[in-house]
């Protein structure tokens, strides 16, 4: 066979293992089995008491992994579940070698079954779910409202994924069509957008909420401020933010651990942003080190 002839055989080969993967994959694991059931007696589902991570997923594997883990060992441990992260690696290699080769993966760990009542009990095995979805990208650069609803105070499970997601809920009811919601707290302080966390570039400093009573610490801001605003000889600090802030604001972007950076171009009353270079640079920076935010 020649070169030509191989590659080619090759290239249609790999072409119909993805066809075959993506037409055939199962798109749910409860504790390592294929199905989507889980008992009504599960914790999770009674009372939120769980937590779980969104994950990119690019030619079959997870970029971000080890920081998703990292934040889901520290969160069980606040919320006194039971996490083997060796299990849920193993379950999620399994996983992953079923589930098409790009798109979204999403782990919920919950406190698995329990008796009745709110009290946990030490001796539940936790539960496992591991999901697939396709990949839905949105706008390439976002309009924000700010929500009327505001996030409650709690130093406790503040910064936490946890299952619990009325809020976020609650203030999706509000929006415009082609808006996304950016929350306050209850003290009119900017906390983060409906599923993603902000920074803003004020006076040539980054800058970003405190999640310190509210809100949700997310991967990527952990990414951005460890890896990718240094690899730039930048800084992102965390503040109280109140909204005079993103008013004379000079870039504002939102991020995900799905998506990456968006830009956010407007702030429903409070301004516009049309150039953004060093958001820019910081997408150019983060698709460098992490391809699946390449595009």
């Not at 509000?174 to 306050?184: H, K, R, S, T, V």
């Amino acid at each position: 066979m020649s070169i030509v002839r191989e590659f080619a055989y090759l290239h249609v080969l790999a072409n119909d293992i993805c066809f075959n993967r993506t037409m055939s994959a199962v798109s749910c694991f409860v504790d390592g089995k294929p199905g989507g059931a889980i008992p009504v007696s599960d914790r999770g589902f009674l009372y939120g008491h769980g937590l779980f991570e969104t994950m990119r997923l690019l030619q079959g594997e997870l970029p971000l992994l080890e920081f998703h883990l990292a934040r889901l060992g520290e969160d069980a441990r606040k919320l006194s579940l039971n996490c083997d992260l060796d299990r849920l690696r193993l379950e999620l290699m399994d996983s992953l070698n079923t589930f098409p080769v790009q798109g979204v993966v999403k782990l919920i760990l919950t406190a698995g079954d329990g008796r009745r009542g709110y009290r946990p009990h030490g001796e539940s095995k936790s539960r496992c779910v591991i999901q697939f979805f396709e990949l839905e990208r949105g706008p390439a650069i976002h309009r924000l409202q700010v929500c009327d609803y505001r996030l409650p105070h709690n130093p406790v499970l503040a910064g936490i994924k946890h299952l619990n997601r009325l809020d976020q809920v609650t203030a999706a009811a509000e929006l415009a069509p082609g808006c996304d919601g950016l929350l306050l707290d209850q003290e009119g302080k900017v906390i983060e957008a409906l599923s993603s966390n902000i920074f803003v570039l004020s006076e040539g400093q980054w800058l970003t909420p405190s999640l310190s009573k509210a809100g949700v610490s997310g991967v990527m801001r952990t990414v951005l401020k460890r890896e990718i605003f240094p690899a730039l000889g930048l800084v992102a600090t965390d503040i109280e933010m109140d909204l005079n802030v993103l008013r004379a604001a000079q870039e504002v972007f939102i991020c995900n651990a799905v998506v990456g950076i968006t830009p956010v171009a407007e702030v429903v009353g409070i301004g516009r942003w049309s150039m953004t270079p060093q958001t820019e640079l910081l997408k150019t920076k983060l698709a460098e080190q992490y391809l699946c935010f390449s595009a």
